[in-house]
């Protein structure tokens, strides 16, 4: 009989199962894809240029809305004089409400013409012609002058004119009515500066970086199929399921990073952010969402600019499709950044985590009955 024990084994388990080895192989090949995904993103000038304005809005958000508040809400700015010129029998109405406003130089006109002629030759900004009317109302005609720069600011002034001058008649004629009139509350409009940083500020950082992530992830598949550097991965142990795991992978994960990174500067800079975890996961939600569409359409057409023109459209065909939803994506980002969601919003943060699964799965569903040699 041998005295020689059982055999002993040297080196790695053979024992293990085969399947788990090239899961973990697969696993290290798509982060290694990943990796040089992110790497490559360097050398694309275009996509530094875009992170770096997205990083200066986010940073200087406190400074930057000072000034574009004046074009999202124009009657917030002091200081500019407006040139009108008012006309007709019933002028004096409107004398008697804009002449206390310093923000209006009026120039009275003894008939409509002359005002018309004032206006036509640029000596005021602005005309109203009011005629008193046969049934004892006032009938006024504001003209402003085509699309420029201060066209926008001239709107909001004649509009508040009009809407002084209708209060003041109200409150002129109301004892001859039968019926008593009820005051109306006094509106109370919230600060501009509050609408706009979360109503356009926190949308606009908040939604760029997914179209960037699924721009990069059309391009940079287009890209591989026509440098033929896609073939030399699918020479690895690697399937094109893998390769497309890896892209999305690195591309989507960029969305939600940005916008963690843009919510904590806009803290930073004294503007308060509520559900910041939940906006971040909406982030990468729509990020999937949209980097699955972005492959699918990359690997459907692979020249480059016939993919990004068919991703561009489709994404205003899906911002269109969106202002007809109960509630707007935006409006979403605004009411959970605010600390105010509602039914709406909750249920659409759930629907589009559900779409980007979905499109997820439809990519990777697509791309198994799809021939790797024909791309």
């Known amino acids: 009989m041998s005295r020689d024990g059982p055999p002993v084994h040297h080196g790695r388990d053979d024992s293990e199962p085969t399947g788990g080895r090239s899961r973990r192989a697969a696993m290290r090949a798509r982060l290694a894809i990943a990796k040089r995904e992110i790497a490559s993103l360097r050398s694309e000038k275009t996509i530094v240029l875009a992170l770096l304005i997205q990083l200066f809005v986010a940073s200087f958000s406190s400074f930057l809305v000072v000034g574009l508040v004046s074009l999202y809400d124009p009657g917030s700015v002091e200081g500019y ?7 007709g029998n019933a002028s004096d109405e409107v004398i008697e409400v804009v002449g206390n406003d310093d923000s209006i130089e009026v120039v009275q006109y003894e008939s409509a013409a002359e005002a018309r002629e004032g206006f036509q030759n640029r000596r005021v900004d602005a005309m109203l012609v009011a005629t008193h009317a046969g049934n004892g109302t006032v009938a006024v005609q504001a003209t402003v002058p085509d699309e420029n720069l201060r066209t926008t600011v ?15 008649l109200r409150q002129e004629y109301r004892t001859s009515l039968d019926r008593e009139v009820l005051d109306v509350p006094p509106k109370q409009g919230s600060s501009p500066y509050f609408g706009f940083t979360y109503t356009v500020l926190v949308p606009l950082l908040m939604f760029l ?4 992530s699924g721009s990069i992830a059309v391009d940079s598949l287009t890209e591989e199929s026509q440098r033929g550097t896609l073939e030399l991965l699918r020479v690895a142990p690697v399937t094109l399921g893998d ?3 890896a892209k999305l992978l690195a591309t989507a994960t960029l969305a939600p990073v940005q916008a963690a990174l843009w919510l904590g500067l806009l803290w930073f800079n004294g503007t308060g952010i509520s559900n910041p975890l ?4 909406l982030v990468g939600a729509l990020a999937v969402l949209v ?3 972005g492959i699918g359409i990359a690997l459907a057409a692979a020249d480059r600019r016939q993919a990004q023109f068919l991703y561009s459209t489709g994404v205003l065909g899906a911002i269109t499709v969106a202002g007809l939803l109960p509630e707007h994506p935006a409006n979403t980002v605004a009411r959970l950044a605010i600390g105010s969601p509602g039914e709406w919003t909750w249920a659409f943060v759930v629907v589009y985590a ?10 990777r569903l697509g791309v198994q009955f799809m021939d790797p040699e024909g791309l």
Not at 81 to 87: C, H, I, N
Not at 278 to 281: E, N
Not at 354 to 363: D, E, F, R
């Open 243 to 245: 390769i497309v795991d």
């Open 81 to 87: 004089t407006l040139q009108m010129a008012v006309g």
């Open 209 to 212: 970086p997914v179209f960037i």
């Open 154 to 168: 001239i709107i909001v002034q004649v509009r508040e004119t009009l809407q002084a001058m209708e209060e003041n």
């Open 278 to 281: 939940v906006l971040v996961g």
């Open 291 to 293: 980097v699955s569409v």
């Open 354 to 363: 559900c779409l980007g699964v979905l499109a997820y799965l439809g990519t």
